[in-house]
């Protein structure tokens, strides 16, 4: 058999397998119980706790930054940590070797991406101070309203991203450099692990532990929950900043 | 047909998940490939963000004169937000390390296709081997 005879059969295999699938998956769908009701299975008492007794506990209104950041605090340090070695990894793959001159780097910088745009800085002056303001709100207000350090800190690396392509490099490595990359995510990384282990050492229900409720509803309240939506937002921001960074031009700045 | 209606976005959820799985399977470009794999993973999202909706009821945002006498009647499943969150953390990161991983090969071969790099490195074999 051939190349374009072998190549053909693959394709007429896949295309079946595929609408095999969808098809068993569709059927799969059919015998689900309605969407919407509120006597589906999956509204079961673990949905109930997280709203009925989620606010009171954590003190926290949101009911999904109450779980994910206080009965589930574990598993959102794993998630930042996956972003913090994703970002490791994309550093590892993409980076120019030591060797490789300043002129070098401006060079492949400057294949990819213009600089200096007019009509760009002038949006970006504009744009850049709202969309940072927008995305502290949503990280500061995430145990209130909807939001939290996930969307605030994509948020806020999409600010950094403007900044960059508004202004270039040699300003945006005045604040984020290298450096301040590795520093800042451990730091954050560091806090959110210690904090989390001392509250669930001490018991994981605030009595005994620096970490207080404080009054719903108030910024300063959910105990542990604002600086941790902080921690993540620095994580999330700085990871974004970074992988563009790098994939744009393989690394920041000697 | 009423039924098939109030699950829709199931369904399409379900042919979403074919459509990518059919492109990362039959799409030769690397990058395509990675846009596939993307598309598996929204409709996974779409999937999971349905199941957490309730009719007649508010997103789970407690106001803060409810407190003390939550009903749950009122608000929408938050378990499925919390699991999509994870999930898109995943997705992000792959993406990244896919796409990076992309650009090596890129470097190295000069080409995307995923067929020319197979008959490249094993055209390589072989004359390491002579």
Redesign the interface.
Known sequence: MNKQKRDLVY?IL??C???L??AM??L???R?P?????D?P??NE???F???E???ETGA????TG??LHY?AF?TLG?SC??F???V??FI??RIDGEASNDTIVAIDRRYEPTGDPILTQTFTLLVPAVLMFGIYITFNGH???GGG?SGGAILGAGFLLFLNAYGLEKTERFLSSAMFRRVTCAALSFYCIAKSYTFYMGANGLESFEQAGV??RILSAGLILPLNICVAVVVSQTIYS?YI??RKGGFNK | MN?FL??L???AA??L??IG??NL??AKNLIKKIIGLNIMDTSVFLFLA??G???N?L??????ED??A????N?S??????LV??G???S???T??L???T??LYEEFHTLDMDEIIHMLRRRDREELK
């Open positions: 394709r896949c295309t397998f595929t609408i699938f969808i998956m569709l799969m769908v059919h689900l309605p969407l919407g009701r509120p589906n999956d509204i673990v949905a109930e997280y709203v009925e989620g606010p009171e209104l949101n009911a999904v779980m994910i589930r598993d998630e996956v972003l070695v994703a970002a990894s994309v793959l993409l209130l309203s909807p996930f719903p509803g992988l790098m994939i | 039924a109030a699950n976005p199931e369904y379900m042919v998940f074919g799985l059919a399977m039959l349905a199941k909706y309730v009719e009821t997103a789970p945002i407690v106001s803060a407190l003390g939550i009903d749950m009647a608000y499943n938050p378990v499925p937000a919390g969150l994870t898109i953390v995943v992000v990161s792959i990244a390390v796409l990076s991983l650009v090596r």
